[in-house]
Protein backbone atom coordinates (compact mmCIF):
# COMPACT_ATOMS: atom_id res chain seq x y z
CA UNK A 1 0.00 0.00 0.00
CA UNK A 2 2.42 2.65 -1.39
CA UNK A 3 0.43 6.26 -0.92
CA UNK A 4 1.18 8.89 1.00
CA UNK A 5 -1.10 9.75 3.40
CA UNK A 6 -0.38 13.24 5.16
CA UNK A 7 -3.01 14.58 8.06
CA UNK A 8 -3.03 17.75 9.41
CA UNK A 9 -3.20 17.84 12.71
CA UNK A 10 -4.25 21.42 12.88
CA UNK A 11 -7.52 21.44 10.72
CA UNK A 12 -10.42 21.51 12.35
CA UNK A 13 -11.89 18.43 10.07
CA UNK A 14 -11.47 15.03 12.39
CA UNK A 15 -8.71 13.03 11.96
CA UNK A 16 -10.98 10.00 10.84
CA UNK A 17 -12.52 12.24 7.88
CA UNK A 18 -9.10 13.22 6.92
CA UNK A 19 -8.13 9.75 6.79
CA UNK A 20 -10.94 8.43 4.88
CA UNK A 21 -11.26 11.73 2.27
CA UNK A 22 -6.95 10.81 1.71
CA UNK A 23 -7.42 7.07 1.06
CA UNK A 24 -10.69 7.98 -0.96
CA UNK A 25 -8.67 10.47 -2.86
CA UNK A 26 -6.30 7.96 -3.70
CA UNK A 27 -8.49 5.15 -4.81
CA UNK A 28 -10.57 7.35 -7.02
CA UNK A 29 -6.88 8.90 -8.61
CA UNK A 30 -5.79 5.14 -8.89
CA UNK A 31 -2.99 5.48 -6.93
CA UNK A 32 -4.36 3.08 -4.63
CA UNK A 33 -5.06 0.62 -7.55
CA UNK A 34 -8.51 -2.17 -7.63
CA UNK A 35 -7.66 -5.12 -5.54
CA UNK A 36 -4.88 -4.11 -3.66
CA UNK A 37 -4.85 -5.25 -0.09
CA UNK A 38 -4.74 -2.27 2.55
CA UNK A 39 -2.46 -2.28 5.66
CA UNK A 40 -4.38 -3.93 8.92
CA UNK A 41 -6.08 -1.10 10.95
CA UNK A 42 -3.48 -2.02 13.61
CA UNK A 43 -0.67 -1.44 11.59
CA UNK A 44 -1.67 2.10 9.60
CA UNK A 45 -2.83 2.60 12.87
CA UNK A 46 0.97 2.30 13.25
CA UNK A 47 2.90 3.91 10.89
CA UNK A 48 0.16 7.19 11.15
CA UNK A 49 0.75 7.77 14.51
CA UNK A 50 -3.06 7.47 15.33
CA UNK A 51 -5.83 5.32 17.43
CA UNK A 52 -6.69 2.20 15.90
CA UNK A 53 -10.39 4.08 16.18
CA UNK A 54 -9.79 6.18 13.86
CA UNK A 55 -8.69 4.12 11.50
CA UNK A 56 -11.43 2.06 11.67
CA UNK A 57 -13.53 4.49 11.29
CA UNK A 58 -12.71 5.72 8.30
CA UNK A 59 -12.20 2.05 6.38
CA UNK A 60 -15.97 1.24 7.79
CA UNK A 61 -17.27 4.51 6.20
CA UNK A 62 -15.20 3.47 3.23
CA UNK A 63 -16.40 -0.12 3.00
CA UNK A 64 -19.72 1.01 3.35
CA UNK A 65 -19.74 3.40 -0.18
CA UNK A 66 -17.74 0.64 -1.41
CA UNK A 67 -14.75 1.67 -2.36
CA UNK A 68 -13.26 -0.90 -0.25
CA UNK A 69 -14.28 -5.12 -0.02
CA UNK A 70 -13.87 -7.26 2.67
CA UNK A 71 -13.85 -7.24 6.24
CA UNK A 72 -12.20 -5.23 8.92
CA UNK A 73 -9.85 -7.86 10.83
CA UNK A 74 -9.50 -10.40 7.71
CA UNK A 75 -8.40 -8.46 4.88
CA UNK A 76 -9.76 -5.48 2.95
CA UNK A 77 -9.37 -4.58 -0.62
CA UNK A 78 -9.71 -1.93 -2.87
CA UNK A 79 -13.10 -2.60 -4.81
CA UNK A 80 -12.57 -3.62 -8.44
CA UNK A 81 -15.41 -1.82 -9.28
CA UNK A 82 -15.79 1.70 -7.70
CA UNK A 83 -18.97 3.64 -7.03
CA UNK A 84 -18.62 6.25 -9.14
CA UNK A 85 -18.12 3.59 -12.09
CA UNK A 86 -20.99 0.92 -11.43
CA UNK A 87 -23.86 1.41 -13.67
CA UNK A 88 -25.97 3.81 -12.27
CA UNK A 89 -29.28 1.08 -11.55
CA UNK A 90 -28.50 -2.43 -11.60
CA UNK A 91 -31.48 -4.10 -13.08
CA UNK A 92 -33.82 -5.04 -10.89
CA UNK A 93 -35.67 -7.39 -12.73
CA UNK A 94 -33.38 -9.82 -14.77
CA UNK A 95 -34.77 -10.24 -18.36
CA UNK A 96 -36.88 -13.11 -19.09
CA UNK A 97 -34.11 -15.47 -21.16
CA UNK A 98 -34.86 -16.10 -24.75
CA UNK A 99 -37.67 -17.97 -26.21
CA UNK A 100 -39.26 -18.30 -23.04
CA UNK A 101 -42.91 -17.11 -22.87
CA UNK A 102 -43.61 -14.08 -20.92
CA UNK A 103 -45.89 -14.80 -17.71
CA UNK A 104 -49.78 -14.39 -18.11
CA UNK A 105 -50.11 -11.09 -16.32
CA UNK A 106 -53.16 -8.43 -16.15
CA UNK A 107 -53.48 -5.75 -18.83
CA UNK A 108 -52.98 -3.52 -15.66
CA UNK A 109 -49.72 -5.10 -14.90
CA UNK A 110 -48.79 -4.93 -18.57
CA UNK A 111 -49.54 -0.96 -18.61
CA UNK A 112 -47.59 -0.47 -15.81
CA UNK A 113 -44.26 -2.54 -16.40
CA UNK A 114 -44.58 0.14 -19.65
CA UNK A 115 -44.70 2.99 -16.98
CA UNK A 116 -41.75 1.94 -15.31
CA UNK A 117 -39.86 0.92 -18.28
CA UNK A 118 -39.99 4.32 -19.63
CA UNK A 119 -38.64 5.59 -15.59
CA UNK A 120 -36.39 3.58 -14.55
CA UNK A 121 -33.13 4.94 -17.29
CA UNK A 122 -33.80 8.39 -15.20
CA UNK A 123 -34.36 7.07 -11.56
CA UNK A 124 -31.35 5.51 -12.24
CA UNK A 125 -29.40 8.54 -12.93
CA UNK A 126 -30.53 10.30 -9.99
CA UNK A 127 -29.80 7.38 -7.45
CA UNK A 128 -25.81 7.41 -8.44
CA UNK A 129 -23.28 9.83 -8.00
CA UNK A 130 -21.70 11.41 -5.01
CA UNK A 131 -23.44 14.99 -5.83
CA UNK A 132 -25.95 16.08 -7.06
CA UNK A 133 -28.60 13.76 -5.85
CA UNK A 134 -32.25 15.22 -6.42
CA UNK A 135 -35.09 15.45 -4.46
CA UNK A 136 -33.52 14.12 -1.22
CA UNK A 137 -32.78 16.07 2.65
CA UNK A 138 -29.76 15.48 3.96
CA UNK A 139 -29.01 12.07 5.71
CA UNK A 140 -26.81 13.69 8.25
CA UNK A 141 -28.74 16.61 9.17
CA UNK A 142 -31.61 13.96 10.06
CA UNK A 143 -32.50 14.69 13.93
CA UNK A 144 -31.15 11.37 14.87
CA UNK A 145 -30.61 11.25 18.19
CA UNK A 146 -33.53 12.98 18.96
CA UNK A 147 -35.88 11.20 16.95
CA UNK A 148 -34.40 7.75 18.75
CA UNK A 149 -35.16 9.62 22.44
CA UNK A 150 -38.64 10.60 21.45
CA UNK A 151 -39.23 6.71 19.67
CA UNK A 152 -37.87 4.68 22.99
CA UNK A 153 -40.28 7.24 25.14
CA UNK A 154 -43.27 6.66 23.32
CA UNK A 155 -42.36 2.95 23.56
CA UNK A 156 -42.13 2.57 27.09
CA UNK A 157 -44.89 5.08 27.77
CA UNK A 158 -48.06 3.92 25.39
CA UNK A 159 -47.14 0.71 23.26
CA UNK A 160 -50.07 -0.90 24.02
CA UNK A 161 -52.12 2.14 22.42
CA UNK A 162 -49.56 2.26 20.13
CA UNK A 163 -50.66 -2.13 18.93
CA UNK A 164 -54.08 -1.26 19.45
CA UNK A 165 -54.20 1.50 16.81
CA UNK A 166 -56.34 0.90 13.94
CA UNK A 167 -57.73 3.78 12.44
CA UNK A 168 -57.45 3.88 8.26
CA UNK A 169 -57.20 7.33 8.42
CA UNK A 170 -54.29 7.49 10.69
CA UNK A 171 -53.48 7.96 14.07
CA UNK A 172 -56.15 10.80 15.63
CA UNK A 173 -53.59 12.94 17.45
CA UNK A 174 -51.22 13.61 14.66
CA UNK A 175 -54.23 14.18 12.00
CA UNK A 176 -55.28 17.20 14.70
CA UNK A 177 -50.96 18.02 14.79
CA UNK A 178 -51.33 18.13 10.85
CA UNK A 179 -55.05 19.95 10.56
CA UNK A 180 -53.82 23.06 13.09
CA UNK A 181 -50.11 23.09 10.96
CA UNK A 182 -52.14 23.34 7.36
CA UNK A 183 -54.02 25.24 8.43
CA UNK A 184 -51.69 28.28 9.92
CA UNK A 185 -48.60 27.62 7.63
CA UNK A 186 -50.50 26.75 4.01
CA UNK A 187 -54.45 27.75 4.64
CA UNK A 188 -55.54 24.96 4.05
CA UNK A 189 -59.09 24.58 4.93
CA UNK A 190 -59.40 21.27 6.70
CA UNK A 191 -60.91 19.21 9.78
CA UNK A 192 -58.69 16.56 10.92
CA UNK A 193 -61.25 14.07 9.36
CA UNK A 194 -60.62 14.86 6.30
CA UNK A 195 -56.69 14.36 6.86
CA UNK A 196 -55.44 10.78 5.63
CA UNK A 197 -52.52 10.07 6.86
CA UNK A 198 -50.24 8.06 4.66
CA UNK A 199 -47.13 6.66 2.95
CA UNK A 200 -45.79 9.13 1.29
CA UNK A 201 -47.69 11.41 -1.50
CA UNK A 202 -46.96 8.39 -4.07
CA UNK A 203 -49.60 6.56 -2.52
CA UNK A 204 -51.61 9.63 -2.21
CA UNK A 205 -51.66 10.43 -5.96
CA UNK A 206 -52.04 6.64 -6.31
CA UNK A 207 -55.19 6.23 -4.22
CA UNK A 208 -56.57 9.59 -6.35
CA UNK A 209 -56.57 7.87 -8.99
CA UNK A 210 -58.35 4.47 -8.28
CA UNK A 211 -60.89 6.38 -6.81
CA UNK A 212 -61.23 9.49 -9.25
CA UNK A 213 -60.44 8.14 -12.89
CA UNK A 214 -61.09 4.88 -15.22
CA UNK A 215 -58.96 3.48 -17.60
CA UNK A 216 -58.67 6.16 -20.53
CA UNK A 217 -59.63 9.35 -18.63
CA UNK A 218 -57.56 12.41 -19.70
CA UNK A 219 -55.39 14.34 -17.09
CA UNK A 220 -53.30 17.34 -17.29
CA UNK A 221 -49.59 17.22 -16.10
CA UNK A 222 -47.09 19.81 -16.09
CA UNK A 223 -44.82 20.04 -18.75
CA UNK A 224 -41.81 19.56 -17.88
CA UNK A 225 -43.07 17.43 -14.89
CA UNK A 226 -43.04 14.90 -11.98
CA UNK A 227 -42.38 11.51 -13.78
CA UNK A 228 -42.86 9.83 -11.02
CA UNK A 229 -45.93 10.63 -10.56
CA UNK A 230 -46.75 10.37 -14.24
CA UNK A 231 -45.97 7.22 -14.06
CA UNK A 232 -48.68 6.38 -11.35
CA UNK A 233 -51.28 7.98 -13.71
CA UNK A 234 -50.21 5.98 -16.47
CA UNK A 235 -49.80 2.88 -14.31
CA UNK A 236 -53.61 3.44 -13.79
CA UNK A 237 -54.35 3.64 -17.35
CA UNK A 238 -54.99 7.15 -17.52
CA UNK A 239 -54.67 9.30 -20.39
CA UNK A 240 -51.91 11.88 -19.65
CA UNK A 241 -52.53 15.42 -21.51
CA UNK A 242 -49.19 17.17 -21.36
CA UNK A 243 -49.97 21.11 -20.32
CA UNK A 244 -46.90 23.64 -21.14
CA UNK A 245 -45.47 25.36 -17.94
CA UNK A 246 -44.86 29.29 -18.12
CA UNK A 247 -43.55 31.69 -16.06
CA UNK A 248 -46.63 31.69 -14.63
CA UNK A 249 -46.88 28.19 -14.26
CA UNK A 250 -49.00 25.36 -15.90
CA UNK A 251 -51.07 27.48 -18.88
CA UNK A 252 -54.22 26.53 -17.82
CA UNK A 253 -55.64 28.27 -21.35
CA UNK A 254 -53.39 25.99 -23.08
CA UNK A 255 -54.58 22.74 -20.85
CA UNK A 256 -58.51 23.22 -22.13
CA UNK A 257 -57.23 23.92 -25.54
CA UNK A 258 -55.92 20.86 -25.28
CA UNK A 259 -58.11 18.86 -23.01
CA UNK A 260 -61.27 20.71 -21.89
CA UNK A 261 -62.73 17.68 -20.71
CA UNK A 262 -59.99 16.29 -18.42
CA UNK A 263 -60.96 14.74 -14.87
CA UNK A 264 -58.21 15.35 -13.00
CA UNK A 265 -55.39 18.47 -13.40
CA UNK A 266 -52.62 17.64 -11.32
CA UNK A 267 -50.12 20.54 -10.23
CA UNK A 268 -47.21 21.56 -8.20
CA UNK A 269 -48.28 25.33 -7.40
CA UNK A 270 -45.82 26.28 -4.95
CA UNK A 271 -42.71 25.13 -6.40
CA UNK A 272 -43.12 23.44 -9.98
CA UNK A 273 -41.18 20.58 -10.11
CA UNK A 274 -38.71 21.22 -12.11
CA UNK A 275 -38.90 24.57 -12.91
CA UNK A 276 -39.09 26.08 -9.49
CA UNK A 277 -42.03 28.44 -11.10
CA UNK A 278 -44.87 29.35 -8.23
CA UNK A 279 -48.39 29.52 -10.04
CA UNK A 280 -49.51 32.70 -10.49
CA UNK A 281 -52.79 34.00 -8.57
CA UNK A 282 -54.17 34.46 -12.07
CA UNK A 283 -53.66 30.82 -13.26
CA UNK A 284 -54.91 29.44 -9.59
CA UNK A 285 -58.29 30.82 -10.54
CA UNK A 286 -58.62 30.02 -13.46
CA UNK A 287 -57.70 26.72 -12.88
CA UNK A 288 -60.11 26.24 -9.87
CA UNK A 289 -62.86 27.79 -11.67
CA UNK A 290 -62.71 25.36 -14.47
CA UNK A 291 -62.82 21.95 -12.37
CA UNK A 292 -65.82 23.82 -10.55
CA UNK A 293 -67.54 24.12 -14.43
CA UNK A 294 -66.41 20.65 -15.89
CA UNK A 295 -66.68 18.91 -12.33
CA UNK A 296 -63.08 17.75 -12.64
CA UNK A 297 -60.89 17.82 -9.79
CA UNK A 298 -57.43 19.14 -9.00
CA UNK A 299 -54.48 17.46 -7.26
CA UNK A 300 -52.32 20.03 -5.75
CA UNK A 301 -49.01 18.32 -4.70
CA UNK A 302 -47.53 20.70 -1.98
CA UNK A 303 -44.26 18.87 -1.24
CA UNK A 304 -41.40 21.22 -0.43
CA UNK A 305 -43.35 24.41 0.24
CA UNK A 306 -41.22 24.28 3.37
CA UNK A 307 -38.14 25.53 1.61
CA UNK A 308 -38.86 29.04 0.25
CA UNK A 309 -35.83 31.31 0.69
CA UNK A 310 -37.17 34.60 -0.25
CA UNK A 311 -40.34 36.50 0.77
CA UNK A 312 -43.15 34.80 2.81
CA UNK A 313 -44.93 30.92 1.89
CA UNK A 314 -47.80 31.64 -0.79
CA UNK A 315 -51.01 29.89 0.73
CA UNK A 316 -51.57 26.94 -0.92
CA UNK A 317 -54.92 26.09 -3.50
CA UNK A 318 -56.83 24.08 -1.94
CA UNK A 319 -57.61 26.72 0.71
CA UNK A 320 -57.88 29.56 -1.87
CA UNK A 321 -61.91 29.34 -2.48
CA UNK A 322 -64.71 27.58 0.10
CA UNK A 323 -65.46 24.09 -1.32
CA UNK A 324 -62.08 23.84 -3.97
CA UNK A 325 -62.35 20.74 -5.61
CA UNK A 326 -58.95 20.04 -4.71
CA UNK A 327 -57.27 17.28 -3.27
CA UNK A 328 -53.89 18.24 -1.30
CA UNK A 329 -51.14 16.13 -0.60
CA UNK A 330 -48.37 17.23 1.25
CA UNK A 331 -45.03 15.07 2.65
CA UNK A 332 -41.85 14.49 5.61
CA UNK A 333 -40.06 12.76 2.85
CA UNK A 334 -38.51 16.73 2.16
CA UNK A 335 -38.23 17.78 5.50
CA UNK A 336 -37.11 14.41 7.47
CA UNK A 337 -36.57 11.40 5.09
CA UNK A 338 -38.72 9.83 2.41
CA UNK A 339 -37.48 6.58 3.93
CA UNK A 340 -39.73 7.33 7.00
CA UNK A 341 -42.53 6.98 4.04
CA UNK A 342 -45.09 9.35 6.02
CA UNK A 343 -47.60 11.80 3.85
CA UNK A 344 -50.86 13.07 4.19
CA UNK A 345 -53.51 13.33 1.83
CA UNK A 346 -56.76 15.96 2.20
CA UNK A 347 -59.55 15.29 0.82
CA UNK A 348 -62.79 16.93 0.57
CA UNK A 349 -65.77 15.89 3.59
CA UNK A 350 -67.55 14.08 0.74
CA UNK A 351 -64.84 11.87 -0.38
CA UNK A 352 -63.61 10.84 2.93
CA UNK A 353 -65.86 7.81 3.00
CA UNK A 354 -64.60 6.64 -0.37
CA UNK A 355 -60.37 6.91 0.53
CA UNK A 356 -60.97 5.28 3.24
CA UNK A 357 -62.17 2.34 1.91
CA UNK A 358 -59.61 3.01 -0.85
CA UNK A 359 -57.10 2.61 1.84
CA UNK A 360 -58.79 -0.22 3.84
CA UNK A 361 -58.26 -2.17 0.55
CA UNK A 362 -54.69 -1.69 0.14
CA UNK A 363 -53.02 -1.74 3.11
CA UNK A 364 -55.00 -0.89 5.79
CA UNK A 365 -52.71 2.09 7.36
CA UNK A 366 -49.81 3.66 7.86
CA UNK A 367 -47.34 2.10 10.95
CA UNK A 368 -49.05 3.23 13.88
CA UNK A 369 -45.21 4.06 15.75
CA UNK A 370 -44.04 6.39 13.42
CA UNK A 371 -46.82 8.46 13.68
CA UNK A 372 -46.87 8.56 17.19
CA UNK A 373 -43.11 9.60 17.29
CA UNK A 374 -43.96 12.13 14.40
CA UNK A 375 -46.64 13.71 16.33
CA UNK A 376 -44.64 14.19 19.38
CA UNK A 377 -41.96 15.64 16.84
CA UNK A 378 -44.34 18.26 15.84
CA UNK A 379 -46.38 19.11 18.80
CA UNK A 380 -43.41 19.23 21.20
CA UNK A 381 -42.22 22.49 18.56
CA UNK A 382 -39.65 19.98 16.82
CA UNK A 383 -40.62 19.86 13.88
CA UNK A 384 -40.62 23.64 13.15
CA UNK A 385 -37.28 24.11 14.63
CA UNK A 386 -36.05 21.46 12.48
CA UNK A 387 -37.46 23.28 9.14
CA UNK A 388 -36.14 26.54 10.36
CA UNK A 389 -32.32 24.96 10.19
CA UNK A 390 -32.69 22.80 7.09
CA UNK A 391 -33.81 26.00 5.37
CA UNK A 392 -30.63 27.40 6.99
CA UNK A 393 -28.34 25.09 5.66
CA UNK A 394 -30.04 24.56 2.21
CA UNK A 395 -29.80 27.67 1.69
CA UNK A 396 -25.86 28.26 2.64
CA UNK A 397 -25.45 25.27 0.04
CA UNK A 398 -27.73 26.64 -2.44
CA UNK A 399 -25.39 30.06 -2.25
CA UNK A 400 -22.37 27.41 -2.22
CA UNK A 401 -23.64 25.83 -5.25
CA UNK A 402 -23.93 28.49 -7.26
CA UNK A 403 -21.09 30.69 -6.24
CA UNK A 404 -18.39 27.10 -7.24
CA UNK A 405 -20.54 26.84 -10.41
CA UNK A 406 -20.77 30.42 -11.45
CA UNK A 407 -16.42 30.02 -11.05
CA UNK A 408 -15.83 26.58 -12.36
CA UNK A 409 -18.71 25.79 -15.07
CA UNK A 410 -18.09 29.45 -16.68
CA UNK A 411 -20.01 29.12 -20.31
CA UNK A 412 -20.40 25.54 -19.77
CA UNK A 413 -23.53 25.98 -17.97
CA UNK A 414 -25.54 29.16 -16.85
CA UNK A 415 -27.15 29.14 -12.95
CA UNK A 416 -28.50 31.73 -10.63
CA UNK A 417 -30.33 31.66 -7.23
CA UNK A 418 -33.91 29.87 -7.05
CA UNK A 419 -36.40 31.04 -4.01
CA UNK A 420 -37.78 27.63 -3.45
CA UNK A 421 -36.94 23.94 -3.72
CA UNK A 422 -34.11 21.65 -3.11
CA UNK A 423 -32.00 21.60 -6.64
CA UNK A 424 -31.38 24.16 -9.64
CA UNK A 425 -31.65 24.28 -13.42
CA UNK A 426 -27.76 24.70 -14.70
CA UNK A 427 -28.77 25.59 -18.49
CA UNK A 428 -26.64 24.26 -20.63
CA UNK A 429 -25.32 25.96 -24.50
CA UNK A 430 -28.18 25.79 -26.64
CA UNK A 431 -25.99 23.53 -28.92
CA UNK A 432 -25.39 20.78 -26.11
CA UNK A 433 -27.81 17.92 -25.76
CA UNK A 434 -28.59 17.50 -22.00
CA UNK A 435 -28.60 13.52 -21.90
CA UNK A 436 -25.31 13.50 -23.18
CA UNK A 437 -24.36 16.00 -20.65
CA UNK A 438 -26.02 13.65 -18.04
CA UNK A 439 -24.19 10.72 -19.37
CA UNK A 440 -21.10 12.08 -19.31
CA UNK A 441 -21.85 13.12 -15.80
CA UNK A 442 -22.45 10.28 -14.50
CA UNK A 443 -19.51 8.13 -16.01
CA UNK A 444 -17.58 10.85 -13.80
CA UNK A 445 -19.61 9.92 -10.66
CA UNK A 446 -22.08 12.67 -10.74
CA UNK A 447 -25.78 12.65 -10.47
CA UNK A 448 -26.99 15.26 -12.99
CA UNK A 449 -30.37 14.10 -14.63
CA UNK A 450 -31.53 16.07 -17.75
CA UNK A 451 -34.51 18.54 -18.03
CA UNK A 452 -35.55 16.66 -21.18
CA UNK A 453 -36.23 13.83 -19.22
CA UNK A 454 -39.09 15.62 -17.09
CA UNK A 455 -40.29 16.43 -20.71
CA UNK A 456 -43.33 15.10 -22.32
CA UNK A 457 -44.00 17.12 -25.65
CA UNK A 458 -42.48 20.44 -24.59
CA UNK A 459 -39.01 21.15 -25.67
CA UNK A 460 -36.53 23.78 -25.33
CA UNK A 461 -33.12 24.61 -23.98
CA UNK A 462 -30.89 21.83 -22.27
CA UNK A 463 -30.51 21.58 -18.66
CA UNK A 464 -29.33 19.43 -15.88
CA UNK A 465 -31.03 19.30 -12.33
CA UNK A 466 -28.65 19.51 -9.62
CA UNK A 467 -29.55 18.64 -5.88
CA UNK A 468 -27.63 20.52 -3.29
CA UNK A 469 -29.83 20.01 -0.35
CA UNK A 470 -28.09 16.20 0.46
CA UNK A 471 -24.70 17.42 -0.36
CA UNK A 472 -22.25 18.41 2.19
CA UNK A 473 -20.37 21.41 1.18
CA UNK A 474 -17.01 19.69 0.42
CA UNK A 475 -18.45 17.26 -2.11
CA UNK A 476 -20.45 20.77 -3.44
CA UNK A 477 -16.83 21.84 -4.83
CA UNK A 478 -15.43 18.37 -5.44
CA UNK A 479 -18.77 18.11 -7.24
CA UNK A 480 -18.46 20.66 -9.37
CA UNK A 481 -15.18 20.36 -10.18
CA UNK A 482 -15.69 17.14 -11.67
CA UNK A 483 -18.79 18.00 -13.26
CA UNK A 484 -16.76 21.00 -15.47
CA UNK A 485 -14.28 18.96 -16.61
CA UNK A 486 -16.86 15.91 -17.61
CA UNK A 487 -18.56 18.83 -19.37
CA UNK A 488 -15.20 19.89 -21.40
C1 LIG B 1 -42.92 16.78 -7.16
C2 LIG B 1 -42.77 15.78 -6.07
N1 LIG B 1 -43.84 15.35 -5.41
C3 LIG B 1 -43.73 14.48 -4.38
C4 LIG B 1 -42.52 13.98 -3.99
C5 LIG B 1 -42.42 13.13 -2.74
O1 LIG B 1 -42.85 11.89 -2.82
P1 LIG B 1 -43.05 10.99 -1.53
O2 LIG B 1 -43.82 11.75 -0.50
O3 LIG B 1 -43.83 9.83 -2.05
O4 LIG B 1 -41.70 10.58 -1.02
C6 LIG B 1 -41.39 14.34 -4.68
C7 LIG B 1 -40.11 13.72 -4.32
O5 LIG B 1 -39.18 13.59 -5.05
C8 LIG B 1 -41.51 15.28 -5.73
O6 LIG B 1 -40.42 15.71 -6.37
Not at 431 to 441: H, L, Y
Amino acid sequence: MATSLVLDASSQAPLHRQLYEALRASIVAGRLSPGTRLLSTRALAEQLDLSRNTVMNAYTQLLAEGYLVGQLGSGTYVARELPERRPAQRALIRPPSKGASPPPISKRGTTMAAAHAGLSATLGLIQSGMAFRLGTPSVDAFPSELWGRLLHRRWQRSWREVLSHQDPRGYLPLRQALADYLATSRGVRCGPEQVLIVNGSQQAISMVAQVLLDPGDAVWVEDPGYIVAQGVLKAAGATLVHVPVDEEGLNVEAAIRLSPNARLATVTPSSQFPLGITLSHRRRLELLQWAERSNAWVFEDDYDSEYRYVGRPLACLQGLTPDARVLYTGTFSKVLTPNLRLGYLVVPEALVETFVAARIFSDFQSAPLEQAVLTDFITEGHFSRHVRRMRTLYAERQALLVEEARRELAGLIDIGPADTGMHLLGWLPPEMDDRTAAERAAAAGISAPPLSAFRGQSSGRGALLLGYAAVPERDISEGVRRLAQALR
